[in-house]
Nanobody
Framework: QVQLVESGGGLVQPGGSLRLSCAAS????????MAWYRQAPGKERELVAV???????NYGDSVKGRFTISRDNAKNTVYLQMNSLKPEDTAVYYC????????????????WGQGTQVTVSS
């Protein structure tokens, strides 16, 4: 079985910073893209940032210049450094990864973490 476990969420004041982590564990052969999504109450889930195995990145327009995605392939972990946080960044943040399992042949399956709450408020 493969699991994604997020950590690092919490309450922060506007202008503050948080760092989220997401670790993949289990019978993993390789991981392709890893990404962060978020979902605010009453809104659809949206892409925050994505990073390829080689380190290429893309960001949602609302977080460009403030958030940085990175990964440690040796640890099967992806990070999201969030700076200059705004109240509109308040949401549940989800980690997503495309993972090829040891026993799953030659195809990748998409896995999601359980989500971590980020609240930006004074």
């Amino acid at each position: 079985q493969v699991q994604l476990v997020e950590s690092g969420g919490g309450l922060v004041q506007p202008g503050g910073s948080l760092r989220l982590s997401c670790a993949a564990s289990g019978s993993i052969f390789s991981i392709n893209d890893m990404a962060w999504y978020r979902q605010a109450p009453g809104k659809e889930r949206e892409l925050v940032a994505v990073i390829s195995f080689g380190g290429s990145t893309n960001y949602g327009d609302s977080v460009k210049g403030r958030f940085t995605i990175s990964r440690d392939n040796a640890k099967n972990t992806v990070y999201l450094q969030m700076n200059s946080l705004k109240p509109e960044d308040t949401a549940v943040y989800y980690c997503k990864a495309d993972i090829r399992g040891i026993y799953s042949g030659n195809y990748y399956r998409t896995y999601w973490g359980q989500g971590t709450q980020v609240t930006v408020s004074s």
